[in-house]
């Protein structure tokens, strides 16, 4: 988020411009960006983004998709590596046992199964578009036999904090608390000996 925050914040400020603060970059983000390039997903429509000394900023929709981008173009910002498909496609392998998708050792391995239980949660998921183009462009990493499902449910934007909030109000939760006293005697192993 923070690095789409300042993308956005360069973005709008126009080439030799001056980049928009943080705060409003933030906004703009929240408001303006959506996810282009996914089949049968329609263009973003230009509209006006009004700034806090009330000039208006025309914003076209290749600006609006741009925004996003580099979710799958992480070099944008910077970053190394693939974009949020091929992270998915990491995570999925690392699950596996032996690293591959179709295992020869295994046979089936349920890899299908996590293809079709993407789940998206945070403020950068919000983004129109952003499901379609990510399901878009995991179904030619996948296996033949697995066709990506990505599920973007409406409070996916909090999702981290439900989460935690479901996690902490467990009955087994208070066993795994740790007080500060502990971290600071044991350090951050104390969490794997406390969770695990």
């Known amino acids: 988020g923070e690095a789409l925050t300042t993308w956005t914040a360069q973005l709008l400020g126009g080439k030799g411009g001056k980049p928009l603060e943080e705060a409003v970059a933030c906004r703009a983000k929240e408001e303006l ?4 390039g996914a089949a049968g997903v329609p263009p973003p429509a230009a509209c006006q983004f009004e700034l806090p000394d009330g ?3 025309t914003v076209t929709p290749e ?3 741009e ?13 190394a590596g693939g974009g949020l498909a091929q992270l998915v496609l990491d995570c999925i392998k690392l699950r596996d046992r032996d690293g591959v998708l179709e295992s020869e050792t295994h046979g089936y391995d349920g890899t299908a199964a996590w293809f079709g239980s993407i789940v998206l949660a945070g403020g950068s998921s919000m983004f129109p578009g ?3 183009r990510l399901c878009e462009e995991l179904t030619p990493l996948g296996p033949s036999h697995a066709k990506p499902k990505v599920l973007a449910l409406p409070e996916r934007k909090h999702a981290a904090w439900l989460g935690g909030s479901i996690l902490g109000s467990l009955p087994t939760m ?3 608390w740790i007080s500060k006293e502990e971290y600071d005697e044991n350090g951050p192993l104390i969490v794997h000996r406390k969770t695990f």
Request: no cysteine.
């Open 33 to 36: 960006g959506a996810v282009s």
């Open 55 to 57: 000039r208006k900023l």
């Open 63 to 65: 600006m609006r998709g």
């Open 67 to 79: 925004i996003a981008e580099p979710l799958f173009r992480p070099q944008l910002v910077g970053e």
């Open 130 to 132: 952003l499901q379609e």
């Open 174 to 176: 208070p066993s795994m």
